[in-house]
């Protein structure tokens, strides 16, 4: 207690400013990368524990997918039970959640965000949703700054230095990507900062990083293995970033329709229900698309195009080409519904993994359609890994933190060039298409005047 009360004084006194950001930000990125392993391992063994259940019960002999139908829904209402009953709080979106709170220069997050967000988003992934873990741990990591800031007795100033700093502290620590972590405080949620925020932010990311490191290993989520393959020329890179950029936006208002729907219906149990069954009947015809879908994603990028369409009502292999792509084309529309509905109908999840699935996907049809039709020759592989950049760039309106999470996740550095190109055509397409278009705002601006319109 009286060390607690030396550091408060300390604090009071403002001493070193400077010195106490980096200190306490440091702090904050260690629990920041724990509870990003506590997030994966929750979603993994909830996953794994499902699977192993429901494989000794009859339904899964008559049809192994049947099963598939039921469990977004499951996830999406005990995820609504936690939220309404245990944690007292609505999580949904909780990106948006962040930024209501540094608008309305209100930085007292409650204590109980820091471990309910996590609970709740491995429930709805863990069950089948199709979405991200990056919102909820990004809306843990702000509560732990905040919390830490209050307990020290902090000005609001500093305060909502901790938020951004605890915010990107947990999008590093659930990529194990420390750039791309400091890159989302500083372009999704466009929070100011100086030199030594700065500073701050980056070494609580690293410490996020390295923290999840230590309890996952060196491993990479998306290993890129390929080698000896052709470049591809600058051109086709511009093509794809434009054909990504095209997708984005059609990925943006669809889940835009979505979300307005939901949000119109008057009772909230129709909302869960609508919600938790689409998901269930996407995910019976396309079962790659469980959870953040990363085994897929590495198989993508590596030329192997076998496991996407694997299994499933809608099951293909590439010897029909044609088909095939078909199928392609309708998982990237089916993504983004069973996305929206996993994150906006009482699930708790993230966005950004979807879009790098979807650049994975798009890529990959990208890549097969120019050889059918076309007869060029580009690699797969190489498609699909530029392709995440560009979907990322052109939904999330966040074109630099695309370049650098693609090529942190993967260990790509070598391609960072044709990343960045293709992040570059996509962005620029949406731009073109949508000039006052952003991640977060026009979202909810979107939102609102439709839901005027509808009314």
Request: aromatic share 12%.
């Given at each position: 207690?009286?060390?607690?009360?030396?550091?408060?004084?300390?604090?009071?006194?403002?001493?070193?400013?400077?010195?106490?950001?980096?200190?306490?930000?440091?702090?904050?990125?260690?629990?920041?990368?724990?509870?990003?392993?506590?997030?994966?391992?929750?979603?993994?063994?909830?996953?794994?524990?499902?699977?192993?259940?429901?494989?000794?019960?009859?339904?899964?002999?008559?049809?192994?997918?049947?099963?598939?139908?039921?469990?977004?829904?499951?996830?999406?209402?005990?995820?609504?039970?936690?939220?309404?009953?245990?944690?007292?709080?609505?999580?949904?979106?909780?990106?948006?959640?962040?930024?209501?709170?540094?608008?309305?220069?209100?930085?007292?997050?409650?204590?109980?965000?820091?471990?309910?967000?996590?609970?709740?988003?491995?429930?709805?992934?863990?069950?089948?949703?199709?979405?991200?873990?990056?919102?909820?741990?990004?809306?843990?990591?702000?509560?732990?700054?905040?919390?830490?800031?209050?307990?020290?007795?902090?000005?609001?100033?500093?305060?909502?230095?901790?938020?951004?700093?605890?915010?990107?502290?947990?999008?590093?620590?659930?990529?194990?990507?420390?750039?791309?972590?400091?890159?989302?405080?500083?372009?999704?949620?466009?929070?100011?900062?100086?030199?030594?925020?700065?500073?701050?932010?980056?070494?609580?990311?690293?410490?996020?990083?390295?923290t999840c490191y230590a309890f996952t290993g060196t491993s990479l989520y998306l290993p890129f293995s390929q080698t000896g393959i052709p470049d591809v020329p600058f051109h086709w890179i511009c093509l794809l970033g434009v054909f990504c950029g095209i997708y984005s936006v059609a990925y943006n208002v669809?889940?835009?329709?979505?979300?307005?729907?939901?949000?119109?219906?008057?009772?909230?149990?129709?909302?869960?229900?609508?919600?938790?069954?689409?998901?269930?009947?996407?995910?019976?015809?396309?079962?790659?698309?469980?959870?953040?879908?990363?085994?897929?994603?590495?198989?993508?990028?590596?030329?192997?195009?076998?496991?996407?369409?694997?299994?499933?009502?809608?099951?293909?292999?590439?010897?029909?080409?044609?088909?095939?792509m078909a199928l392609l084309a309708a998982l990237l529309v089916m993504k983004a519904l069973a996305t929206v509905c996993s994150n906006s109908a009482g699930g708790v999840a993230g966005d950004f993994a979807p879009t790098l699935f979807a650049g994975a996907v798009g890529g990959t049809l990208f890549s097969?359609?120019?050889?059918?039709?076309?007869?060029?020759?580009?690699?797969?592989?190489?498609?699909?890994?530029?392709?995440?950049?560009?979907?990322?760039?052109?939904?999330?309106?966040?074109?630099?933190?695309?370049?650098?999470?693609?090529?942190?996740?993967?260990?790509?550095?070598?391609?960072?060039?044709?990343?960045?190109?293709?992040?570059?055509?996509?962005?620029?397409?949406?731009?073109?298409?949508?000039?006052?278009?952003?991640?977060?705002?026009?979202?909810?601006?979107?939102?609102?005047?439709?839901?005027?319109?509808?009314?």
């Open positions: 207690m009286i060390a607690i009360e030396k550091i408060k004084d300390w604090c009071r006194r403002n001493e070193n400013r400077n010195a106490f950001i980096l200190i306490f930000a440091c702090i904050v990125g260690v629990f920041a990368g724990f509870g990003a392993f506590l997030l994966k391992s929750l979603i993994r063994y909830i996953a794994l524990g499902l699977h192993l259940g429901i494989s000794h019960i009859g339904i899964a002999r008559i049809n192994p997918d049947c099963w598939l139908l039921l469990l977004p829904l499951a996830g999406i209402l005990l995820a609504v039970f936690w939220q309404k009953k245990v944690a007292r709080c609505d999580m949904v979106h909780s990106t948006r959640h962040i930024v209501e709170y540094l608008n309305s220069r209100n930085y007292n997050i409650p204590g109980r965000i820091i471990f309910n967000p996590i609970v709740a988003c491995g429930i709805t992934l863990g069950f089948g949703g199709s979405a991200g873990a990056e919102g909820p741990i990004a809306y843990a990591g702000a509560a732990t700054g905040s919390r830490l800031g209050r307990a020290l007795g902090l000005d609001p100033d500093l305060l909502r230095i901790m938020i951004g700093i605890g915010a990107g502290a947990g999008i590093a620590g659930i990529f194990k990507s420390p750039v791309a972590g400091m890159l989302f405080t500083l372009e999704v949620l466009k929070m100011n900062m100086g030199a030594a925020p700065v500073i701050g932010l980056l070494m609580s990311c690293v410490f996020a990083s390295v669809i889940t835009h329709g979505m979300q307005v729907f939901f949000k119109t219906r008057k009772r909230a149990w129709v909302t869960w229900l609508t919600g938790g069954l689409t998901a269930g009947v996407i995910l019976m015809m396309f079962p790659s698309i469980y959870g953040e879908g990363y085994p897929i994603m590495t198989q993508l990028i590596n030329g192997d195009v076998n496991g996407v369409l694997a299994s499933g009502f809608l099951s293909e292999t590439p010897a029909h080409t044609l088909r095939f097969m359609a120019m050889q059918y039709f076309f007869y060029i020759d580009i690699p797969v592989s190489l498609c699909a890994l530029f392709a995440m950049s560009g979907t990322f760039a052109g939904i999330v309106h966040a074109p630099v933190m695309a370049i650098f999470l693609v090529t942190e996740i993967s260990g790509t550095f070598q391609y960072i060039f044709p990343i960045t190109l293709c992040a570059a055509a996509s962005y620029f397409t949406v731009k073109l298409i949508h000039p006052a278009g952003t991640y977060l705002a026009t979202r909810n601006d979107d939102i609102a005047a439709l839901m005027k319109n509808w009314n």
